[in-house]
């Protein structure tokens, strides 16, 4: 969330950690020149990467045959541009893994073309779901 | 064989040092801790087939931060500690529901000696830790802890220990008193949580959220990327009552409207539920006249609030805080019943598992110090009380004599305030102050106290907490 309280200043909340920090931003020509509010040198990184490239570490879930649950959850390895979220989401609807599966494991290499890949973060072994299709 | 024990006789008897009820992260990091400290013979009795509680379903990120210094989902987060019981070979039931607690009379005390033990690790064998209790302790009753599975039946454990750790349930539609018809289609987040994440089916299409509570905010985020269009997240309260970073990260990341001061007063429709009605609230939370809406959408989510879930805790007649709805306990997370301890969400609902775990842990120390007969009996309790600002604290008193060289009290507030001061008072004088650029409900605060402070002050009757400017 971006409060913009003027064309120089504005305000983000730095969702580094759940402190939720207040940053203020300061700024000349789209340059950064002031960053306070923060309690820690991940709020600087939070609001330079915000204003310039947005990413977010994606989490969803991949279809899973044969397994005790019917899903099993997922998670980029790392964060991903925000714009490429739902594109990312779309390419994990398409994937259907084989119990048994492990946390760890590779469901999608390079997702999006991003380079980064979405790994499995919980184990299901084989076995019939609850659901029944 | 005294009366107590007759009621039991009936079924198959354990004994053991330590039972821990519930297997989520309270109970895992307890478990650990207690094991850790010494504890052999301990069992982890767990309600649903697989343990990690309620993290399994929390397939998000942002756990573990405090704890591994790193960003790890709800699953992982559980996988850690699940690991690591199952390294220790910490003994755990699953599917196993405690439907009682007691306490034995104190003519019971050697009748467990010809009772099977859980851990065959044991074997029949005494612990050292066992003589020394008996010694120090004396005849003090044991507790009975009642449990039922598909696969064992109906069983006690008598011990001499119990740590709770049995977690919290989401407060219902009908402790809310929404008006309406009872369609299909109204699930609380939880729920909704659990079907999407580990049975992949979707509540719905179109979604109203009442409630900003984290589950409600995550679980907004969640039903959009299933591709769910979730049309408003309603806040009777002023402020919303999650964390700063899921309002950033859930929903204005996707242009979901949050709504403060607004409830649902309207459910509307027969068998599905087609639309609701909400409303602007006054300053006492009444709906205003005038300002309803009606929303078209074919479910509605809420996340109103954690409520600890202490039947068991009742059965043992332990003395409850209002505030929390969790037991009260003493420095060392002792309720008023000796010997049974309280730790994670059952005591008093956290925003963070890392905390959880941190507590968790103190708790299973703490047992163990009992068991090993190292926990002296409280003596002279200081209340801690809640002053200006503050809702309630964890621990609600301290035994000097039994605290460490500091003592984490936790609290919350009331109100969102900004730019105050945290005051701690002994005997009402303020002895430490501490600038907060920002309190808010949502987010549990904690301040340590030294042991050295409190045993200066002549003749302590009370340690206190307030907010001030």
């Known amino acids: 969330m971006e409060t913009i309280l003027s064309p120089e200043k504005k305000e983000l909340i730095c969702i580094g950690c759940p402190l939720g920090c207040n940053v203020a931003v300061e700024l000349e020509d789209g340059q950064i020149t002031a960053i306070t509010g923060n309690t820690c040198p991940r709020g600087a990184d939070y609001v330079r990467k915000e204003l310039t490239d947005p990413k977010r570490i994606v989490t969803s879930l991949v279809r899973v045959k044969g397994g005790e649950l019917a899903v099993v959850p997922v998670k980029t390895v790392s964060d991903i541009p925000k714009g490429q979220v739902m594109d990312c989401i779309r390419e994990l609807k398409a994937v259907e893994l084989n119990a048994p599966v492990s946390m760890g494991d590779v469901a999608v290499k390079n997702v999006c073309g991003t380079g980064v890949d979405v790994v499995v973060t919980a184990n299901v072994e084989k076995g019939t779901s609850c659901i029944e299709e | ?469």
């Not at chain 2, 009379?105 to 005494?126: I, P």
């Not at chain 2, 977690?167 to 289609?185: D, F, Q, T």
């Not at chain 2, 602007?280 to 009606?294: A, F, H, L, W, Y």
């Open chain 2, 1 to 469: 064989m005294g009366s107590a024990c007759k009621v039991h006789g009936w079924v198959e008897r354990m004994r053991v040092d330590l039972v821990i009820i519930g297997g989520g992260p309270a109970g895992l990091a307890a478990a650990i801790a207690a094991r850790e400290a010494g504890i052999e013979n301990l069992v982890i009795l767990e309600r649903d087939a697989r343990l990690g509680g309620i993290l399994n379903q929390c397939i998000h990120n942002g756990f573990g931060l405090h704890t591994f210094k790193e960003e790890l989902t709800g699953p992982e987060y559980a996988g850690r500690y699940i690991e690591k019981v199952r390294e220790m070979k910490i003994p755990y039931r699953l599917d196993t529901i405690v439907i009682d607690l007691g306490e034995t009379q104190e003519d019971c005390a050697d009748h467990g000696e010809e009772a099977g033990r859980v851990n065959g690790e044991s074997g029949g064998r005494r612990s050292a830790a066992e003589g020394v209790r008996e010694q120090s302790r004396g005849g003090r009753a044991r507790k009975l802890v009642t449990a039922m599975s598909r696969k064992d039946g109906l069983y006690t454990i008598e011990a001499e220990a119990v740590i709770l750790a049995m977690g919290c349930r989401e407060r219902p539609r009908g402790a809310l008193n929404i008006p309406g018809y009872r369609p299909a289609g109204i699930y609380s987040a939880g729920t909704a949580q659990r079907y999407v994440n580990m049975e992949g089916r979707m509540p719905g299409r179109e979604v109203v959220i009442l409630g900003s509570g984290d589950i409600g905010l995550i679980m907004a985020r969640r039903m959009t990327l299933e591709g769910a269009k979730v049309k408003l997240v309603a806040e009777l309260m002023p402020y919303s009552g999650g964390l700063k970073r899921n309002i950033v990260q859930c929903l204005d990341d996707y242009g979901i409207p949050l709504r403060l001061r607004t409830t649902v007063v309207n459910i509307k429709g027969k068998e599905r539920v087609e639309a609701v009605v909400v409303a602007k609230v006054d300053e006492n939370s009444r709906p205003i006249p005038g300002t309803e809406e009606e929303i078209p959408c074919d479910t509605l989510l809420l996340s109103c609030g954690l409520i600890p879930e202490n039947e068991l805790s009742g059965k043992l007649g332990l003395a409850m805080n209002p505030a929390t709805n969790g037991p009260l306990v003493n420095e060392s997370l002792e309720t008023g019943v000796p010997g049974v301890f309280a730790c994670g969400n059952v005591l008093h609902v956290h925003d963070l598992v890392d905390y959880v775990s941190e507590e968790a842990a103190q708790a299973g120390r703490k047992a163990a110090s009992y068991l090993q007969g190292n926990l002296p009996k409280p003596q002279e309790e200081i209340p801690v009380r809640v002053g200006k600002g503050v809702r309630y604290t964890v621990p609600g008193a301290v035994d000097v004599r039994r605290m460490g060289e500091t003592q984490l009290i936790r609290f919350r507030v009331d109100n969102v305030y900004r730019d105050k001061n945290l005051e701690v008072c002994l005997n009402g004088k303020p002895v430490s102050s501490r600038r907060k650029r920002m309190l808010a409900p949502g987010e549990m605060e904690q301040v340590v106290l030294r042991k050295a402070d409190l045993e200066g002050v002549l003749d302590l009757r009370e340690i206190s907490l307030q907010i001030v400017d």
